[in-house]
Each structure stands twice: as structure tokens, then as C-alpha cells.
């Protein structure tokens, strides 16, 4: 089993800042894909950003493109989400996934992740 623990979340004025992270733990041995997702109050969730086990192959989805940069350090097993020029429509729930795949693959479909965080609070007032 693998765990992830989303941090980072919190309130900010529209055009701040924030970090995500995502720690993993337990049986992370082989190469798994990460991803972020987030679900807005009375909304579906949704696919943010998702990375490939080398870090190198990343994919955002159009909403976030320029203003969220997806990045993971494996030596830390830690995932991240650097979100700027936020907006008040950003605000969600935001949770990290991951799943076992080939180093180059970046997995983008809430169905093939089998690993689920918590989630984190991102709140932005406008």
C-alpha cells in the first residue's frame, strides 16, 4: 500500500501564491506516475497537472497552463504543485495520486490511479 498526505493548502487573496506537496510513503519501491487532481464544491473532480515517474514528461490541464508547475522530487518522495496568478475559480479541494507505471509515462484519468491523498483546502478570495 502506498500512502500520500497532502500539505500546503490554504487561504489567499486572488493573484497569490501557494505551494502543494505530497509525501508518499510505504511500498513506493518500482516507478509510479503522479498526478493532481481537485474538486470544487458541487463539482466533479477534475485532472490539474500530472508528472512521469523521471520528472521530465509533465501535462497541465488548460485552466492551470502558465500559472501551475508540477514537479517532484523522488530522493524526498515528495510531489508538488506550485500555483500562481491564483484565481478564485481555483478554489477546491486539491489531492495527489499516484500509481505504478513506466518512468515515462504520465497518467492523466482519475481511473488509473489507485492511490489516493486526502486532500488539501485551497481557498481563494477575490
Known amino acids: 500500500q502506498v500512502q500520500l498526505v497532502e500539505s500546503g493548502g490554504g487561504l489567499v487573496q486572488a493573484g497569490g501564491s501557494l505551494r502543494l506537496s505530497c509525501t508518499t510513503s510505504?511500498?513506493?519501491?518500482?516507478?509510479?506516475?503522479m498526478g493532481w487532481f481537485r474538486q470544487a464544491s458541487g463539482k466533479e473532480r477534475e485532472f490539474v497537472a500530472g508528472i512521469s515517474w523521471d520528472g521530465h514528461r509533465t501535462v497541465t490541464t488548460d485552466s492551470v497552463k502558465g500559472r501551475f508547475t508540477i514537479s517532484r522530487d523522488n530522493a524526498l518522495k515528495t510531489l508538488y504543485l506550485e500555483m500562481s496568478s491564483l484565481k478564485p475559480e481555483d478554489t477546491a479541494l486539491y489531492y495527489c495520486?499516484?500509481?505504478?507505471?513506466?518512468?515515462?509515462?504520465?497518467?492523466?484519468?482519475?481511473?488509473?490511479?489507485?492511490?489516493w491523498g486526502q486532500g488539501t483546502q485551497v481557498t481563494v478570495s477575490s
Open positions: 510505504g511500498r513506493t519501491s518500482g516507478t509510479y506516475a
Open positions: 495520486a499516484a500509481n505504478a507505471a513506466d518512468w515515462n509515462i504520465v497518467l492523466k484519468s482519475q481511473s488509473q490511479y489507485n492511490y
